[in-house]
């Protein structure tokens, strides 16, 4: 059987990375990306953003949270993953997300990218403690 799960995604961070540590101590970190796209209709031009959350490992999540903020330009490769959960109410709830390989910082906000500008984490070790769901 042929698999692959493969993302590549660039856009700006829609608020302040959040970090934490899981009870083993592993940090992660949480992101949310804008990602835009631009089309046109009707001799109009319309934009289409999609909101994504990125989840960051080890080493990676502590730097991300140590040099963004909200409104950095960030190119992000990585995998995506579902997991769905039950609330106390009984109700179910799902979550489609991204988690993290390499992030690169592209430019700070009011800024135009330049290579000067790029920096690149890699999250290393793929089997970090993630939770299971």
């Known amino acids: 059987m042929i698999s692959l799960n493969k993302v590549f995604l660039a856009g700006n961070l829609t608020r302040d990375p959040e970090l934490r540590y899981t009870p083993g101590g592993n940090p992660v970190c949480s992101l949310g990306l804008a990602v835009s796209n631009r089309y046109q209709q009707n001799n109009e031009w319309k934009e289409d953003v999609c909101f994504v959350g990125i989840t960051a490992w080890g080493r990676q999540a502590e730097i991300c949270s140590e040099y963004l903020s909200k409104g950095r330009s960030v190119l992000v490769e990585g995998r995506l993953r579902f997991?769905?959960?039950?609330?106390e109410k009984g109700e179910k709830r799902s979550k489609l997300e991204v988690v993290?390989?390499?992030i690169q910082f592209l430019s700070k906000p009011g800024e135009k990218?330049?290579?000067e500008d790029v920096s690149s984490f890699d999250s290393g070790n793929k089997n970090l403690?993630?939770?299971p769901f």
Not at 83 to 87: F, G, M, R
Request: glycine share 0%; net charge negative.
């Open 129 to 131: 403690e993630e939770p």
């Open 83 to 87: 997991h769905s959960w039950e609330t």
């Open 113 to 115: 990218a330049s290579s």
């Open 100 to 102: 993290a390989q390499r």
